[in-house]
């Protein structure tokens, strides 16, 4: 989210960003964002984050959504 400065960017650039293949995002999350102390104009809400991650397509595997991709990593190294 620091990238773009705008929670309006945090999108599109985080999708171009997986679509070239990077492994990870910072994304800044707040329940009140506009109420933050410091970043607050990129920051979205835990709900906005949660529709966001269900709507970003992983890279090139065959339409797995980022929010599928961090379940899939949670479960895969989960420590019993």
Partial sequence: SHMGGSRALIEPL???????????????SHTNPDA?????RQQVTPSA?????????????????????VKEH????KKD
């Fill in 14 to 28: 985080s999708q171009k960003a997986l679509s070239l293949g990077y492994e990870g995002l910072i994304i800044e």
């Fill in 74 to 77: 949670f479960m895969c190294n």
């Fill in 49 to 69: 984050l949660s529709k966001m991650l269900s709507h970003l397509k992983y890279g090139n595997l065959s339409g797995k959504t980022a929010a599928m991709a």
């Fill in 36 to 40: 933050a102390l410091t970043d607050a």
